[in-house]
């Protein structure tokens, strides 16, 4: 839960700065692929995250990798970071950042079940309607279910939307067992 707290005070922050000097978007997409970078070399951020090596040269190491490639602002909340011994946390803040640029362009994510994987036309309708119905403006991401025999489910904002067959069978048998 801490983690959470932490996550969400300094993407709080980082936002801010990133909307006083107009690079919300810009610091997003460095984020993104800073997530990237940690994931493809999980010893570099294991470095940052050491105890054994102190913050001078942690903050020596990610400009020379960094300086010139991403934005100062978000290389100085590196160095924030490294300071307070928050660099572990990066993955954490960096989606909190996102979930907040999210909220406040009143994008809600959410993600669909089904059977096949969906055409990109499919998907797209899925989303209109699924934003018309809860009035927010709606990105779904495929995912197969095994466990589905045709239809979808739709999972957003901790709310289900069940079109699949098996419910409709289940729905139907209450029916006629009335």
Not at 156 to 168: P, Q
Request: charged share 30%.
């Amino acid at each position: 839960m801490e983690a959470l707290t932490i996550g969400t005070t300094y993407a709080a922050a980082l936002y801010e700065a990133a909307r006083d000097r107009d690079k919300i978007d810009l610091i997003a997409e460095e984020l993104s692929g800073l997530l990237k970078v940690f994931d493809d070399e999980p010893q570099f951020l294991l470095l940052l995250c050491s105890p054994s090596v102190g913050a001078v040269a942690k903050k020596s190491l990610a400009a020379q990798v960094f300086k010139g490639k991403i934005s100062d602002e978000l290389l100085n909340f590196l160095f924030v970071l490294v300071d307070k011994r928050r660099i572990g946390q990066f993955r954490v803040i960096a989606k909190a950042y996102q979930k907040l640029l999210d909220e406040r362009t009143g994008l809600s994510k959410g993600l669909a079940y089904s059977a096949v994987p969906l055409p990109a036309g499919k998907l797209a309708r899925l989303e209109e309607e699924t934003g018309k119905l809860l009035r927010k403006n709606v990105k779904l991401e495929s995912l197969v279910d095994d466990q589905l025999i045709g239809g979808v489910k739709i999972l957003i904002d901790g709310k289900l939307i069940d079109a699949s067959v098996r419910k409709r069978l289940e729905d139907l048998r209450e029916q006629l067992a009335q």
